[in-house]
């Protein structure tokens, strides 16, 4: 415990789900943490779940649609005002929708583009000026096992988490001068309420029964991952995407 003491955290996405739970783990370590979300309620929400639970004051909601350069780089400023630094960036936040190729409407591709590349890029370049202000840091992008195989009507979705695989290892190696380290993880299933929303009951026993380890991750085990890569434990681990996916990747989908 208390191994993010003092630090402050900004996380994407973290109304609900995967964001949600990363975002409990680093504040349960003691790091205070913006809730960032499109989504104002859920924010609110989480972040009063989140003070509630640690007992002290450790999250502030925080309102950004992060395709949205201007207003990301507005949030991450007021952030910074209200902390006195930032020294953890969680790179969490995506659009997605499944169709085949063919079908997907051009709509729905810039959404997803301007979320998952464009909108971890504006969070990236607002923070990282932060970090280097500090002398030190950490990002962590949200990649996905969908980059080790096909994926069925997904390939924008695939596009995107390919992209910020390589994304991670530019940035490890452009920020290392600054002692910034950037990591990224790769989930397998994980049951949220976002991806319930295209997967059902059976789908996800199907998911499970494919796993070699025979259960699918859980919030808390990516944000248990992510409070690694954020603490000093990792301090020599840079540019790595680190699998947590009961090793469905080695048997395929």
Not at 51 to 56: E, K
Request: with cysteine; charged share 15%; glycine share 10%.
């Amino acid at each position: 415990m208390n191994r993010l003491q003092g630090k402050a955290a900004f996380v994407t996405g973290a109304g609900r789900g995967i964001g949600q739970g990363i975002a409990m783990a680093l504040a349960r370590e003691g790091a205070t943490v913006a809730i960032v979300d499109i989504a104002a309620e859920q924010a609110a929400q989480t972040a009063q779940q989140i003070n509630d639970t640690v007992g002290t004051a450790r999250a502030i909601a925080v309102t950004c649609d992060i395709a949205d350069r201007a207003a990301v780089f507005a949030a991450v400023d007021g952030f910074v005002a209200q902390t006195g630094g930032l020294d953890i960036v969680v790179n969490n936040a995506v659009y997605f929708h499944y169709a085949p190729l063919p079908e997907m409407p051009e709509d729905t591709v810039h959404r997803m583009v301007d979320v998952g590349i464009k909108g971890t890029f504006w969070v990236s370049q607002a923070a990282t000026r932060h970090l280097i202000a500090r002398g030190e840091g950490c990002v962590i992008n949200l990649s996905s096992v969908a980059v080790s195989f096909g994926i069925r009507n997904a390939a924008v979705y695939t596009a995107i988490k390919g992209a910020l695989d390589a994304l991670t290892r530019q940035q490890a190696v452009e920020l290392s001068a600054h002692r910034i380290r950037v990591n990224a993880i790769a989930p397998g299933p994980v049951v949220t309420p976002g991806a319930s929303t295209v997967i059902d009951a059976a789908g996800w026993d199907a998911r499970r029964n494919k796993t070699p380890i025979g259960r699918l991750a859980t919030t808390d085990e990516l944000g248990a991952a992510v409070v690694y890569l954020a603490s000093d434990d990792a301090r020599s681990v840079t540019g790595v995407t680190l699998k947590i996916d009961g090793g469905i990747t080695l048997v395929g989908p």
